[in-house]
């Protein structure tokens, strides 16, 4: 069982970048798929989640609007459009998976390794 998280990068204020989570070993479409981030001396803070079947999303507050998360079951992939990027969003993002849509690290079952996104100009 395996998430592979990928997309970080350097991009400068106002920009964008994808974040993709591919699935492997396990049909990740059975699972909510949760993105956290942790930036330097931070604690990890949940950032969005979207339901096995997609018909949902969620997002934490800082992101509503600029952040948009979704998923492709037939790619076993989620991804996190992230636009209008601050250097505040700075940190390692990890994708992370769950039997539903929560908000604590605790309950997911799986994790990807984690891609850095460094907002800086």
């Known amino acids: 069982v395996q998430l592979q998280a990928s997309g970080g990068g350097l991009v400068q204020p106002g920009g964008s970048l994808r974040l993709s989570c591919a699935a492997s070993g396990f049909t990740s479409d059975y699972y909510a798929i949760g993105w956290f981030r942790q930036a330097p001396g931070k604690e990890r803070e949940w950032v969005s989640c979207?339901?096995?079947?997609?018909?949902?999303?969620y997002y934490v507050d800082s992101v509503k609007g600029r952040f948009t998360i979704s998923r492709d079951n037939a790619k076993n992939t989620v991804y996190l459009q992230m636009d209008s990027l601050k250097p505040q969003d700075t940190a390692v993002y990890y994708c992370a998976a769950a039997a539903k849509c929560w908000t604590t690290a605790y309950e997911y079952d799986y994790w990807g390794q984690g891609t850095l996104v460094t907002v800086s100009s």
């Open positions: 979207i339901r096995s079947s997609g018909g949902s999303s």
